[in-house]
């Protein structure tokens, strides 16, 4: 009997003549084609000229568990399972890790057929930094998951990468330029590799501002975020408190850079101010400011009904 597999297979995220060669190939020769949308891998597939042949199989956020099992089922009895997302890298805020999970733990060999990344793209057409980087994938809409998240956008000292719906890019922005202040250099790319592709470079407060008066952005967005500076000189400190234990102390300085923050502050500023007033290490002042930056954001969401 023929050595089934399961073959992780990058697809266009944009232009059809990005698809290569040799995921046609695969796509061609498969017994099974696994699917996030059948209908969009029928077009893909007919646009490479490679027939279906009644090979689809559906797998989706809904599905990936039930079908994974089968589908693993099917690559032990010697069968090719090829594995495809809408568009990019399965498994990359798209369906497929699952799948590749149980076909590992069942034994299945596991190959990929690499292709086009929105994350890559981005990063590579951004000429921010990419030696380190960090992929955040779609923030969360709201609560303290989102702020959570925001805090550690805003204080990563690594380039990062978000991905964001047209409708919530603008709020998306708005919030960026918040924690992270409105300085941060951001890169906003939209429908990468299609006929509307467009890169805007600038500052974050400068990209919120553009969102907001240009009413609802078209297209996928891609957000890649420059990191975070270094933090002021002078003193260094544990980022969650202001001493071991010293949990008054952490209340006040909490308190301070709240205020300045809500007095107009930047972050830096704010961190600056508490540092010299309370005594505290500029480096634990900055953790501080970003914290209270990111709550200052969901109160304000909070009041306007958000």
């Given at each position: 009997?023929?050595?089934?597999?399961?073959?992780?297979?990058?697809?266009?995220?944009?232009?059809?003549?990005d698809?290569?060669?040799?995921?046609?190939?695969?796509?061609?020769t498969?017994?099974?084609?696994?699917?996030?949308?059948?209908?969009?891998?029928?077009?893909?597939?007919?646009?490479?000229?490679?027939?279906?042949?009644?090979?689809?199989?559906?797998?989706?956020?809904h599905?990936?568990?039930?079908?994974?099992?089968?589908?693993?089922?099917?690559?032990?009895?010697?069968?090719?399972?090829?594995?495809v997302?809408?568009?990019?890298?399965?498994?990359?805020s798209?369906?497929?890790?699952?799948?590749?999970?149980?076909?590992?733990?069942?034994?299945?060999?596991?190959?990929v057929?690499?292709?086009?990344?929105?994350?890559?793209?981005a990063?590579?057409?951004?000429g921010?930094?990419?030696?380190r980087?960090?992929?955040?994938?779609?923030?969360?809409?709201r609560?303290?998951?989102?702020?959570?998240?925001?805090?550690g956008?805003?204080?990563?000292?690594?380039?990062?990468?978000?991905?964001?719906?047209?409708?919530?890019?603008?709020?998306?922005?708005?919030?960026?330029?918040?924690?992270?202040?409105?300085?941060?250099?951001?890169?906003v790319?939209?429908?990468?590799t299609?006929?509307?592709?467009?890169?805007?470079?600038?500052s974050?407060?400068?990209?919120?501002?553009?969102a907001?008066?240009?009413?609802?952005?078209?297209?996928?967005?891609?957000?890649?975020?420059?990191?975070?500076?270094?933090?002021?000189?002078?003193?260094?400190?544990d980022?969650?408190?202001?001493?071991a234990?010293?949990?008054?102390?952490?209340?006040?300085?909490?308190?301070?850079?709240?205020?300045?923050?809500?007095?107009?502050?930047?972050?830096?500023?704010?961190?600056?101010?508490a540092?010299?007033?309370?005594?505290?290490?500029?480096?634990?002042?900055?953790?501080?400011?970003?914290?209270?930056?990111?709550?200052?954001?969901?109160?304000?969401?909070?009041?306007?009904?958000?």
């Amino acid at each position: 009997m023929t050595a089934g597999k399961l073959v992780v297979v990058g697809t266009p995220i944009g232009n059809l003549g990005d698809l290569a060669p040799r995921a046609i190939e695969v796509l061609r020769t498969a017994d099974v084609v696994a699917a996030e949308d059948t209908r969009r891998a029928r077009a893909l597939l007919s646009a490479a000229g490679v027939p279906a042949r009644g090979r689809l199989v559906s797998v989706h956020a809904h599905n990936e568990g039930e079908r994974a099992a089968r589908l693993v089922d099917r690559a032990l009895d010697g069968a090719v399972v090829a594995v495809v997302s809408d568009a990019g890298m399965p498994g990359i805020s798209d369906p497929g890790a699952a799948l590749v999970r149980a076909a590992a733990a069942a034994g299945v060999p596991v190959e990929v057929v690499p292709g086009p990344s929105a994350v890559l793209a981005a990063l590579a057409v951004s000429g921010l930094p990419s030696d380190r980087f960090a992929f955040e994938g779609f923030l969360p809409r709201r609560g303290r998951s989102r702020d959570r998240r925001l805090a550690g956008i805003a204080a990563s000292d690594r380039t990062v990468v978000v991905f964001e719906s047209p409708r919530r890019v603008p709020g998306t922005l708005a919030d960026l330029a918040r924690v992270c202040g409105p300085d941060r250099p951001v890169v906003v790319a939209r429908e990468l590799t299609k006929l509307h592709e467009e890169v805007w470079r600038g500052s974050a407060g400068e990209a919120a501002a553009r969102a907001a008066a240009g009413g609802e952005p078209r297209g996928e967005h891609v957000i890649v975020v420059a990191g975070a500076p270094a933090p002021p000189d002078g003193g260094t400190g544990d980022p969650a408190v202001v001493a071991a234990g010293d949990s008054a102390g952490a209340e006040a300085l909490e308190a301070r850079v709240r205020a300045e923050l809500e007095a107009g502050a930047s972050v830096r500023d704010a961190a600056r101010a508490a540092s010299a007033e309370l005594g505290v290490g500029r480096r634990t002042a900055y953790q501080a400011a970003l914290r209270a930056a990111s709550g200052t954001a969901a109160g304000d969401a909070e009041r306007d009904g958000a």
